[in-house]
């Protein structure tokens, strides 16, 4: 069993910033790759960012220059360093990271979510 522990959101002005991040607990071996998703009142949940074993990240192109995605797989960590903040970042933002467990199995568990709202 994995817990996801998010943390960070809040509310902010408009060219704000906010570090979110997200902590497995867990028999956990190591964190293969994490990925940051976000969902704003009334539209689909979409994916902002993702970070992988070697340290390629990919990034939405609203988000690229200003969202940085890192890991700290000695922590089970990940995190989203949101920089100029915009009105249109404001959702309900998700971790999901790619794990494999003591086991060998591999587990993709989502985190209960954290608000973030940016005000203009």
């Known amino acids: 069993q994995v817990q996801l522990v998010e943390s960070g959101g809040g509310v902010v002005q408009a060219g704000g910033s906010l570090r979110l991040s997200c902590v497995a607990i867990?028999?956990?071996?190591?964190?293969?790759?994490m990925a940051w998703y976000r969902q704003a009142p009334g539209k689909e949940r979409e994916r902002v960012a993702r970070i992988i074993s070697n340290g390629a990240a990919t990034y939405a192109d609203s988000v690229k220059g200003r969202f940085t995605i890192s890991k700290d797989n000695e922590k089970n960590a990940g995190y989203l360093q949101m920089e100029s903040l915009k009105p249109e970042d404001t959702g309900v933002y998700y971790c999901n990271p790619d794990l494999i467990m003591a086991g060998l199995e591999r587990e993709n568990p989502w985190g209960r979510g954290t608000q973030v709202t940016v005000s203009s």
């Open positions: 867990g028999n956990i071996r190591t964190v293969r790759a």
